[in-house]
Nanobody
Framework: QVQLVESGGGLVQAGGSLRLSCAAS????????MGWFRQAPGKEREFVGR????????LYAASVKGRFTISRDNAKNTVYLQMNNLKPEDTAVYYC?????????????????WGQGTQVTVSS
């Protein structure tokens, strides 16, 4: 069983920045692929990006590429989502997820465990 707890969400003005954190339980965090997803009101949950177990391979959705950065600290069992130049359309609940099968995918079904989510609101 893996538990994921997100933090760092909040209200920010357009153009601002936030850093989300996701703390994971489990002794083998360094072997997990970690992903970030988001769900805006009235919309389906969508892929934001993912980071490989070593942090050496990262994939981003086109909508956030160049603005968002995923990093991880395996010693702290934590993955981060640095969000810069935020836009109102980035408003959503953000979820981190763990893929224990190491498929490096971008679909919800590729991930085995999910956090409870943290709200990010970007005002215009």
């Amino acid at each position: 069983q893996v538990q994921l707890v997100e933090s760092g969400g909040g209200l920010v003005q357009a153009g601002g920045s936030l850093r989300l954190s996701c703390a994971a339980s489990g002794r083998t965090f360094s072997s997990y692929v970690m992903g970030w997803f988001r769900q805006a009101p009235g919309k389906e949950r969508e892929f934001v990006g993912r980071n490989s177990w070593s942090g050496g391979s990262t994939l981003y959705a086109a909508s956030v590429k160049g603005r968002f950065t995923i990093s991880r600290d395996n010693a702290k069992n934590t993955v981060y989502l640095q969000m810069n130049n935020l836009k109102p359309e980035d408003t959503a609940v953000y979820y981190c997820a763990a893929d224990l099968r190491r498929g490096l995918g971008g679909r919800e079904g590729d991930y085995d465990y999910w956090g409870q989510g943290t709200q990010v609101t970007v005002s215009s």
